[in-house]
């Protein structure tokens, strides 16, 4: 994203600025910085898309729900990857904190013991209420994890299924699958404008263009082609060495990819 794109959805921050009379500003110490509130932004994103996905899952019938615990996975490397995006210390060990919980709850939903998923939901919510209040949804320190409980059923009572994958999504995870080891390598501060990388940006925008023909949804379709282009861009700056320009781009590729996230299980 450019940077006056950036600037422009600033007030959409305005919990993270400080600004509050003579009150002391808890997250001071955590978000500084333009970079920092980005990223908290990013994180709220990330949240917001988590309780989505996570809406249908009852954790006290269904607590080992292979499903949910698949979907989750992908929020866990995003919220790694916007860690990074920060520039200050603290605000990446709160971000990471909570990439290790969502982590954590993952393979605890998967080891089917319920001793472990109990522990790794506790530690989820102390994680997410350790984030600034500009990265949780309507300033709530609650986590947006859904977990519904049962009703008796009713004529006015109503479900919401998943909707259908895609028949794209099978080649998206492809996609992503071959870019996580380039990418988990990859030291944004040290090598801004690694060729390997690079190299592995365009391949994946040509993989999400080819899987874009075989989607049949057009939410899919779009969101794809916007992944796609993000991908493409992030390769055009770093090589063509325009540092300042390189965070901006990572935010935006990470911002549609959590779209994509949302549409197509990538765990």
């Known amino acids: 994203m450019l940077l006056a794109v950036l600037i422009s ?33 990013d994180v709220q994103r990330v949240f917001l898309h988590l309780a989505e996905v996570s809406g249908h899952w009852n954790s006290s019938k269904k607590p080992f ?11 866990n490397h995003q919220l790694r990857l916007q860690a990074r995006t920060a520039d200050t210390v603290q605000l990446r060990v709160v971000i990471e904190r909570n990439a290790d919980a969502l982590g954590a709850l993952t393979q605890a939903m998967l080891s089917r013991h319920q001793v472990r998923v109990d522990a790794a939901i506790a530690e989820s919510r102390k994680a997410y209420a350790a984030l600034p ?76 263009r080819a899987a874009e023909a075989k989607a049949v949804q057009v ?28 965070r901006q781009a990572i935010i935006d590729m990470q911002q549609t990819a959590v779209d994509v996230a949302a549409l197509c299980p990538l765990g």
């Not at 959805?9 to 980005?38: E, F, H, M, N």
């Not at 994890?145 to 998943?162: E, H, I, M, Q």
């Open 9 to 41: 959805i600033l007030p959409a921050l305005a919990g993270c600025s400080g600004d509050s009379g003579s009150k002391p500003d808890p997250d001071a110490a955590l978000v500084k910085t333009v970079a920092d509130r980005a990223a908290c932004r």
């Open 133 to 208: 209040a500009c990265a949780h949804r309507d300033g709530k320190r609650s986590l947006p994890l859904k977990t519904p409980t049962v009703r008796p059923s009713s004529g006015s009572s109503r479900t919401t299924a998943p909707a259908a994958v895609d028949a794209s999504c099978a080649q998206v995870k492809k996609a992503y699958d071959r870019l996580s080891p380039v990418t988990g390598r990859w030291n944004v501060e040290k090598r801004p404008f690694d060729p390997s990388t690079i190299s592995a940006l365009r391949r994946t925008a040509k993989d999400l």
């Open 219 to 246: 939410p899919v379709q779009r969101t794809l082609e916007a992944n796609a282009r993000a991908f493409d861009h992030l390769a055009g700056v770093m090589a063509a060495h325009k540092k300042a320009a390189v």
């Open 65 to 75: 729900d292979p499903v949910v615990a698949r979907a989750l996975n992908p929020y």
